[in-house]
């Protein structure tokens, strides 16, 4: 059983691209989770969803960011026009039943601004 | 919501010596309790939880944790170090209620000497 994938492993954009992050979960996980690992910090999380569904997007920036999680096919965390200080490392963990205990972290993408 | 302190941001600490990483975490409520481990480069990798039962909770590679409700404190302990063991490690905190999204701490680096 494949553990939760990521890819790309490392993106780099210039200020003002698009990235395109996804995760695929573990299979028979239908909840999947995006944290952000800034320079030096812990992880913060910033969106929970279930498949075709947001459930919590507390932490996720207001502009800019989006993500979804369709039918078919891996989850996607968007940024759009990057800045600088979106430089971070995205992980995204996934869950069969949407506990904490169940989450499986990711290899994260780390995404670099130039 | 939650927050989560790990006192040390870095422990340098000789091979085979003992080790003591802090957690404190602020919460009225019931919680689960995590502790994580990220080598360079890599993602997080599951050490140790509490769910209930034994505050005494022992991990992979010969980690423990003590839960300490009346302290809120969830330290991680290992009574010998070795070289591997160098990485960063977080504390994680998730809300039995409501517990969709962990909370982390900032982390500790834990550098062992040979």
């Known amino acids: 059983n494949a553990g939760v994938m990521q890819n790309p492993r490392h993106l780099v954009r210039r200020r003002g691209q698009e990235a395109r992050l996804r995760c695929s979960p573990m299979?028979?996980?239908?909840?999947v989770y995006w944290y952000r690992q800034l320079p030096e910090e812990g992880l913060k999380f910033m969106v929970y969803?279930?498949?075709?569904?947001?459930?919590?997007e507390s932490g996720m920036p207001k502009e800019r960011f989006s993500a979804e999680f369709p039918k078919e096919g891996p989850s996607i965390l968007r940024i759009q026009q990057v800045v600088r200080g979106d430089s971070a490392a995205y992980f995204c963990?996934?869950?069969?039943?949407?506990?904490?205990?169940?989450?499986?972290f990711g290899p994260g993408t780390r995404l670099t601004v130039t | 919501a939650q927050s989560v302190t790990q006192l040390d941001s870095q422990v340098p600490v000789f091979e085979e010596a003992p080790v003591e990483l802090r957690c404190n975490y602020s919460?009225?409520?019931?919680?689960?309790l995590f502790w994580y481990v990220q080598y360079p480069n890599q993602g997080l990798q599951l050490l140790l939880k509490?769910?209930?039962?034994?505050?005494l909770v022992k991990g992979i590679n010969g980690f423990e944790a003590e839960f300490n409700k009346s302290q809120t404190s969830f330290h991680l302990r290992k009574p010998s170090v070795h070289i591997s063991d160098t990485a960063e490690y977080f504390c994680?905190?998730?809300?039995?209620?409501?517990?969709?999204?962990?909370?982390f701490g900032t982390g500790t680096s834990l550098t062992v000497i040979p």
């Open positions: 963990a996934s869950s069969p039943q949407g506990h904490t205990y169940e989450q499986y």
């Open positions: 299979k028979g996980h239908s909840h």
């Open positions: 969803l279930q498949k075709e569904n947001i459930i919590d």
């Open positions: 919460s009225s409520v019931s919680v689960y």
């Open positions: 509490y769910l209930s039962g034994s505050t």
């Open positions: 994680a905190v998730s809300e039995v209620n409501t517990g969709n999204q962990f909370y």
